[in-house]
């Protein structure tokens, strides 16, 4: 990045800053048309302890999830990306509150284009530490007022001087024209509207090129009617490519946006095109960049325009199909051609379709095969021909609820980067051992009748694997022990699974999830480089000797049989294990761990600062000298009184969540409702309610409930003093704390929540200042 352009970020993103700082904390800060430059902003973020950018926000709305499973999946990507733990998944929606709820944070969510998007990351300010700040970019200012959010940025055009330098420094990178150019450059300049996106992508395509180019390029430009057209703008940017940058251009525009760059490279490998130079002229002509993770990034509008372009191509040259009625036409009648390489059929809309045995046969230079649905609803391709055969050299195949037991048997998947056949009435794969060299991705999650697993010996490349649903499935094969690049297995609900291999112990496994598999009474030997691991607790009956050695592990959870989304429970109705009463002693020599999703009645790790028990009814005690800051108790109906006292009174800054049916006597000032008045010069409290869900099963109870879901009957308020010298506590003593209780009783929850200073970032919504405080 050129200095003064570096200069120009800065600018903006202190300016964003600044608008930051003067928001009152009771609102989230909307942010209007900055995209893709609110990444730096992050670089003035050392003020908070945790940051992180969620782009592709726009996409996620069609992701095919239901309501639930959308929100599940956005806050387990915000804490995944936050947290910086790849593997991480969540199991209900109070997950993003306890994680968050004592830390200062700055997220910015880009390009919002759903309330949902919003309701199920940033729905109440009290999800996020005092001092945190939420910024959002969205095209639809309706959302932000939907949302009641008051305090907008909009980002004007730049001017004239402004619009000329960002041209420069992409086509000279300088930022004045070079002397025989002025001219050129303010023509170009004026001929793109000054949309700063615009600027930069003909800027690049021009980089380099003499006087009579740019006249070739002002002649393009000034044909377009609307110079603030921005995609007939960008059209001029891309058009310049060659061929084969082109290409993949257009590829990655259907594909391959936001996917690792490493990854790309290997669904490329077996082409012609030089794909590393290729990625190399796109970021260079700034149609992509690669973030500092190895993501390919490419602007939503610049999609927009490579997908626009595809629909474009004449019939017989088109490399890319994504119509649906041309898709149809060419399974149905196998009217394809040898220039498709590849296949994006959205099904969620479609009638019918019958795909001939032949539909294939004559594209045999199709690499990429994606069908899914973007929504529900819509009608599944029910019939494939058993006898169909897929082209030979398929990179990727993404095949949403593929309607038959196997894949047919002249499918050879010797090629394959990423199988990927969600939800599908599979029972195998393929008989016998195939050539598997090459693939990476293996997602078989929802494979409800899938029974065997083949083998996979040769599979010496694969890095991730889900076997999430696989309900019918009773053994992992012994070839399991040949991958040794597998970094992330994730095993969620096989509730029939019940013999693994002996030793997991790949040094590259860093993420294993087996929970709901009750039918396992062993844990198998797991590599020391393990950093998160989630288990059944029937798990625990016999545990590795290699459990001691887990230095690196940093999130351990155990779960119950009880603890089960409640989403899941019409289906999985066979839960065989234990309530969790106990973990042994070797969770204190785990000196890296940070999250323990369990219990134990023993000594906890000194690192340890979060603990959940969500299912254990039997808990009485937890070790008192530990230095935790974060319970989330649910469901401990016998916590002893002295367990509850030390929760209540522990100081510095902490949050809980305990069963309970009134205000506990440490809370001076209470009040029968949801209002309570204390007097003004109370500086520092903690803030207690007691909630009674209004319907019987309510599906989720916990710190993030939303007042249509629950009354409050009872609140308090605990003044939190100084025990030294009768003051009032230090900033560092009390500074952002949270605490938080529920009942007794199954059918009310009592939470505690603590406040410092009635500062309105914790609880804006029920302190406010007047003659007296009144919290509501």
């Known amino acids: 990045m050129m200095e003064n352009e570096a200069r120009m970020i800065e600018k903006i993103s202190k300016d964003v800053l600044d608008k930051l700082n003067a928001t009152p904390s009771r609102d989230f800060c909307g942010m209007v048309g900055i995209e893709i430059h609110l990444m730096k902003v992050l670089i003035f973020s050392s003020r908070f302890q945790l940051s992180c950018f969620v782009n592709n926000l726009r996409g996620s709305h069609h992701s095919g999830f239901d309501e639930h499973g959308l929100k599940l999946h956005l806050q387990n990507q915000l804490l995944s990306q936050m947290l910086n733990q790849n593997d991480m998944r969540i199991s209900h929606l109070g997950a993003l509150k306890e994680r968050l709820c004592d830390h200062r944070v700055l997220i910015i969510l880009d390009d919002v284009n759903s309330i949902k998007q919003l309701e199920a990351l940033a729905n109440e300010t009290t999800w996020f530490g005092p001092g945190s700040r939420i910024v959002v970019t969205t095209e639809n200012n309706e959302l932000m007022q939907q949302h009641g959010i008051n305090y907008t940025y909009h980002v004007v055009f730049p001017s004239d001087e402004q619009a000329l330098k960002i041209l420069c420094r992409y086509a000279f990178r300088q930022s004045y024209p070079h002397i025989c150019f002025k001219e050129l450059a303010l023509r170009v300049t004026k001929l ?101 993770d190895g993501e390919i990034v490419m602007h939503k509008l610049l999609q927009q325009v490579g997908r626009k372009a595809v629909r474009r191509e004449e019939p017989w040259k088109c490399r890319i199909l994504i119509e649906t009625p041309d898709i149809c036409d060419v399974l149905e009648r196998a009217k394809g051609s040898r220039a498709v390489s590849g296949i994006l059929f959205d099904i969620s809309d479609i009638d019918e379709v019958s795909i001939s045995s032949r539909a294939f046969k004559r594209m045999p230079n199709l690499r990429f095969l994606k069908i899914y649905k973007s929504k529900e609803g819509g009608n599944d391709i029910e019939n494939i021909p058993e006898d169909i055969e897929f082209p030979p050299r398929l990179r990727l195949l993404h095949w949403e609820a593929y309607p038959n037991k196997c894949l047919p048997p002249t499918f050879h998947p010797e090629y394959l980067v990423q199988l990927n056949l969600r939800d599908n009435e599979l029972e195998k794969l393929w008989e016998g051992t195939q050539r598997l060299q090459n693939l990476q991705k293996l997602d078989l999650f929802g494979s409800l009748n899938f029974k065997e697993l083949p083998d996979l010996s040769n599979a010496s490349n694969l890095d991730s694997l889900d076997l999430s649903g696989c309900e019918s499935l009773v053994e992992i094969p012994s070839s399991f022990r040949n991958l040794h690049k597998l970094k ?36 198998p030997g797991i590599s020391r480089n393990i950093t998160s691991l989630s288990i059944a607790d029937t798990m625990l009956e016999e545990l590795p000797e290699s459990v001691r050695l887990w230095s690196r592990l940093e999130t351990l959870s155990i779960y119950g049989s009880l603890n089960i989304s409640p989403i899941w429970l019409d289906r999985w109705q066979e839960r065989k294990g234990a309530d969790i009463v106990t973990i042994p002693d070797w969770i204190k020599d785990l000196h ?124 308090g308020v605990q003044v939190l003093r100084e025990e030294t010298d009768g003051s009032i506590g230090s900033q560092e003593s009390y500074d952002d704390e949270c605490l938080s209780d529920v009942s007794n009783e199954p059918s009310s929850q009592q939470v505690y929540d603590n406040l410092s200073g009635g500062n309105s970032d914790s609880c804006s919504e029920q302190v406010s200042e007047d003659e007296d405080k009144s919290l509501s």
């Open 592 to 715: 890296g761990l940070t999250w323990l999703h369990g219990l134990s009645k023993t000594c906890l790790p000194s690192s340890l600062r979060k603990l959940t028990v969500e299912t254990c009814l039997s808990l009485v005690y937890f070790p008192f000298d530990s230095q935790v800051t974060d319970f989330f108790f649910p469901h401990c109906f016998k916590l002893c009184p002295e367990a509850r006292s030390v929760i209540i009174q522990k100081q510095g800054r902490m949050s809980a969540y305990l069963p309970g049916g009134e205000i506990p006597w440490e809370f001076e000032y209470q009040a029968t409702g949801n209002a309570l008045t204390i007097p003004f010069d109370i500086y520092r409290f903690r803030i207690c309610v007691v909630i009674s869900p209004k319907r019987e099963h309510i599906e989720d109870v916990n710190l993030v409930t939303t007042s249509q879901d629950v009354d409050i009957t009872e609140c």
């Open 192 to 292: 793109c509207g000054n949309l700063p996106l615009g600027l930069r992508v003909v800027g690049s395509s021009l980089r380099g090129k003499n006087e009579e180019e740019w006249e070739e390029v002002i002649l393009k430009l000034d044909t377009i009617l609307d110079h603030q057209d921005i995609e007939e703008v960008l059209k001029v940017g891309y058009e310049s490519l060659h061929e084969n940058e082109l290409s993949l251009f257009l590829h990655i525009a259907v594909f391959f946006n936001y996917n690792d760059v490493d990854f790309v490279k290997s669904m490329f490998a077996d082409n012609n095109l030089d794909i590393k130079h290729g990625l190399k002229i796109l970021v260079s002509r700034s149609l992509i960049h690669v973030s500092t």
């Open 488 to 523: 992330q297995l994730t095993m969620l609900l096989c509730i029939k699974l019940q013999v693994v291999p002996d030793h997991f112990n790949l040094a590259s496994l860093t993420s294993v999830v087996m929970v709901g598999c009750w039918k396992l009474r062993k844990l």
